[in-house]
Protein backbone atom coordinates (compact mmCIF):
# COMPACT_ATOMS: atom_id res chain seq x y z
CA UNK A 1 0.00 0.00 0.00
CA UNK A 2 1.04 3.42 -0.88
CA UNK A 3 0.53 6.02 1.58
CA UNK A 4 3.07 8.60 -0.02
CA UNK A 5 0.88 12.26 -0.01
CA UNK A 6 1.43 14.02 -3.19
CA UNK A 7 1.95 17.49 -3.76
CA UNK A 8 -1.30 18.45 -4.68
CA UNK A 9 -2.96 16.99 -2.20
CA UNK A 10 -1.71 18.99 0.50
CA UNK A 11 -4.66 21.71 -0.86
CA UNK A 12 -8.21 21.59 -1.54
CA UNK A 13 -9.49 22.50 -5.08
CA UNK A 14 -11.75 24.53 -7.18
CA UNK A 15 -12.00 24.74 -10.97
CA UNK A 16 -11.74 27.17 -12.74
CA UNK A 17 -12.60 25.61 -15.99
CA UNK A 18 -12.00 22.51 -18.03
CA UNK A 19 -8.39 22.52 -17.60
CA UNK A 20 -7.37 25.24 -14.38
CA UNK A 21 -7.97 24.72 -10.95
CA UNK A 22 -7.19 27.16 -7.55
CA UNK A 23 -5.87 25.90 -4.23
CA UNK A 24 -8.07 27.31 -1.85
CA UNK A 25 -6.46 27.30 0.93
CA UNK A 26 -5.24 30.25 2.78
CA UNK A 27 -2.43 32.15 1.02
CA UNK A 28 0.18 32.18 3.79
CA UNK A 29 -0.39 28.22 4.34
CA UNK A 30 0.15 27.68 0.08
CA UNK A 31 3.09 30.31 0.85
CA UNK A 32 4.91 27.87 3.82
CA UNK A 33 4.43 24.96 1.75
CA UNK A 34 6.33 26.72 -1.59
CA UNK A 35 8.76 28.48 0.58
CA UNK A 36 9.91 25.23 1.74
CA UNK A 37 10.40 23.92 -1.46
CA UNK A 38 12.54 26.91 -2.66
CA UNK A 39 14.51 26.07 0.47
CA UNK A 40 15.60 22.91 -0.85
CA UNK A 41 17.31 22.31 -3.76
CA UNK A 42 16.19 18.59 -3.88
CA UNK A 43 13.29 19.71 -3.79
CA UNK A 44 13.46 21.97 -6.27
CA UNK A 45 15.21 19.34 -8.94
CA UNK A 46 12.68 16.87 -8.06
CA UNK A 47 9.77 19.39 -8.89
CA UNK A 48 11.90 20.80 -12.24
CA UNK A 49 11.17 24.45 -10.43
CA UNK A 50 11.23 27.10 -12.63
CA UNK A 51 11.64 30.89 -11.40
CA UNK A 52 9.98 32.94 -13.78
CA UNK A 53 10.90 36.52 -12.23
CA UNK A 54 9.57 39.24 -10.15
CA UNK A 55 7.34 42.02 -10.93
CA UNK A 56 6.66 44.56 -8.22
CA UNK A 57 7.18 42.47 -5.08
CA UNK A 58 4.99 39.13 -7.20
CA UNK A 59 7.29 35.93 -7.94
CA UNK A 60 6.05 33.85 -10.50
CA UNK A 61 7.34 29.80 -10.70
CA UNK A 62 6.15 27.01 -12.20
CA UNK A 63 7.14 23.27 -11.40
CA UNK A 64 5.63 20.09 -12.42
CA UNK A 65 4.65 16.56 -10.95
CA UNK A 66 3.60 13.57 -12.88
CA UNK A 67 -0.02 14.67 -12.83
CA UNK A 68 0.11 18.55 -13.37
CA UNK A 69 1.51 21.77 -13.92
CA UNK A 70 1.86 24.16 -11.08
CA UNK A 71 1.87 28.13 -11.53
CA UNK A 72 2.67 29.87 -8.30
CA UNK A 73 2.06 34.08 -7.73
CA UNK A 74 4.62 34.16 -4.75
CA UNK A 75 3.94 37.56 -2.86
CA UNK A 76 6.58 38.79 -0.63
CA UNK A 77 5.59 42.26 0.03
CA UNK A 78 4.04 42.99 4.26
CA UNK A 79 3.61 38.62 4.75
CA UNK A 80 4.40 36.01 2.41
CA UNK A 81 1.14 34.99 0.37
CA UNK A 82 1.01 32.32 -2.45
CA UNK A 83 -1.64 31.54 -5.24
CA UNK A 84 -1.30 28.66 -6.70
CA UNK A 85 -2.97 26.85 -9.96
CA UNK A 86 -2.30 23.06 -11.51
CA UNK A 87 -3.77 21.86 -14.82
CA UNK A 88 -3.15 18.41 -15.77
CA UNK A 89 -0.40 17.13 -17.94
CA UNK A 90 -1.62 16.56 -21.54
Known amino acids: MN ?5 GDWFSWEAHDVYIEQ ?14 ILSDNNKMKQHNFKDHGDVNGIHLYSFTTDEHIFICHYIYADEHQADLFRHPKL
Open 3 to 7: NKIKF
Open 23 to 36: AMDDSADIAVVINS
